[in-house]
């Protein structure tokens, strides 16, 4: 099929090719091309940007809530030693673990690796733990993290240099995969964040529109959080206190150089269950909750929010939704020879793919890991066929069945109290 499809592509005129490759042209090659240019012009714009006087030094309390995580939490908090950036606080709020977590983490309090130990004694949900958390923390940055996350000695200085800024809220650090060995399905991942997050979030930090300082490793201005009265009841809560900082005139950054490292799904079940949660958010924040920032009479609409916003519709929603209209489309006017053409587009998927990951590889320092390349092509196969799949399926099922209102990723008594109010 693909030598089929290669022929083909050598073949058409430009009316044709125009005829049958109009999604690709319409909603996949613009945003490349902005990627492309946005990363090739530097930060040369924000570099011309008159800067704020540095503000006195800033001190620093880490948070980590967590549920279940005895096993992780030792390690973590003798990690922190290590950064290169001096912490004021520890932080730790066990979520109504059933594990070891209690007893793990009162015997770091008693040998003084903890400053604070909470152990709430029934799950709550990470938002709720977040912001019982805030109340003992003094710092005025706050770094909240998962307990399962591992740091660079020095991304906890990396992530709060923008701080220096007075007008900067929040801050969200990089990430990279730690276990892409685990799978092929945990290397797809790897590549994703490398793309999404390491490659993507530089061109939305450039464009000033980061709408997502993620909860497995973010930095936030205490004075910003308690202004917005701390994190609402997830899932999406990361997505949620961002564009409510966002829309009470705080700024907020990425920080490329700031790298933690996450475990991801490493098998297809878990994965899926992943990326529904995570898909269904999209309705439940961009487009339920905060939809009224397209309203230009309201007195803090903001272009760049509403530009923000449109970019993670237009992206994450509309073009996977019309690649399978598209694809439907193809078998109605042109019948079998459609695969033909599909594998036309698959074949410049790939080949955007390797080109987008080698950018990405080369602007990730040590974490840009050239040993996925050959997995990319795959990547762009299921990225393309099955992740946009499940997207769809995904905001189909929270348009219709508010799904993310039953997700059992908060407890069901809470997120009840939550709907009634």
């Not at 022929?7 to 090659?29: C, G, I, K, R, S």
């Not at 903890?114 to 958390?133: E, H, Q």
């Not at 020095?154 to 900067?168: G, H, I, S, Y």
């Not at 992740?387 to 219709?400: C, F, K, N, P, S």
Request: a neutral charge; proline letters at 4%; glycine letters at 6%.
């Amino acid at each position: 099929m693909f030598s089929d499809s290669i022929h083909l592509a050598d073949q058409l005129d430009l009316p044709a090719f125009v005829t049958m490759f109009w999604h690709m042209l319409v909603f996949e090659v613009p945003r490349f091309l902005i990627a492309i240019f946005v990363i090739g012009a530097t930060e040369a714009f924000r570099r011309a940007e008159p800067q704020p006087d540095p503000v006195r030094p800033l001190s620093l309390s880490v948070l980590m809530p967590g549920h279940n995580e005895g096993a992780s939490l030792r390690q973590t908090v003798i990690g922190l030693r290590d950064q290169t950036r001096s912490i004021t606080q520890v932080v730790v709020v066990d979520d109504g673990s059933t594990d070891d977590m209690m007893s793990v983490g009162q015997q770091l309090k008693s040998e003084g690796l903890i400053d604070v130990f909470v152990a709430t004694g029934l799950r709550g949900g990470k938002s709720a733990a977040a912001n019982l958390g805030l109340t003992y923390c003094t710092g005025d940055i706050v770094i909240i993290a998962d307990i399962d996350t591992s740091f660079d000695r020095d991304a906890l200085e990396k992530v709060t240099e923008p701080f220096q800024d007075p007008r900067v809220g929040a801050v969200a650090g990089n990430l990279a995969v730690r276990n892409p060995n685990a799978s092929v399905i945990a290397k797809f991942q790897a590549i994703q964040y490398l793309l999404s997050i390491s490659l993507g979030r530089r061109v939305t930090d450039m464009l000033d529109i980061v709408f997502i300082v993620s909860g497995a490793f973010g930095a936030f201005r205490r004075e910003a959080l308690m202004s917005v009265g701390g994190w609402e009841v997830g899932p999406g809560e990361d997505a949620d206190i961002t564009v409510k900082l966002r829309r009470t005139g705080w700024k907020i950054r990425f920080q490329p150089n700031a790298w933690a490292l996450t475990d991801v799904p490493d098998t297809v079940l878990a994965l899926v269950r992943q990326r529904l949660r995570w898909n269904r958010t999209l309705v439940r924040v961009r487009v339920r909750k905060f939809a009224r920032m397209f309203d230009t009479s309201r007195h803090n609409f903001s272009a760049a929010d509403a530009l923000g916003t449109l970019d993670i519709i237009y992206f994450q929603a509309i073009l996977p939704a019309s690649f399978f209209v598209y694809i439907v489309w193809l078998f109605a006017h042109f019948g079998t020879f459609a695969w033909v053409i599909l594998g036309v587009v698959t074949i410049v998927y790939m080949t955007s793919a390797l080109i987008s990951f080698l950018i990405a590889a080369s602007v990730s320092d040590h974490y840009g890991r050239l040993g996925l390349l050959l997995y990319v092509p795959g990547y762009a196969l299921f990225n393309a066929y099955v992740l946009r799949a499940i997207a769809v399926y995904a905001y189909l099922d929270e348009l219709i069945f508010r799904r993310s209102y039953k997700d059992t990723y908060v407890p069901s008594r809470v997120l009840n109290q939550a709907e009634d109010f």
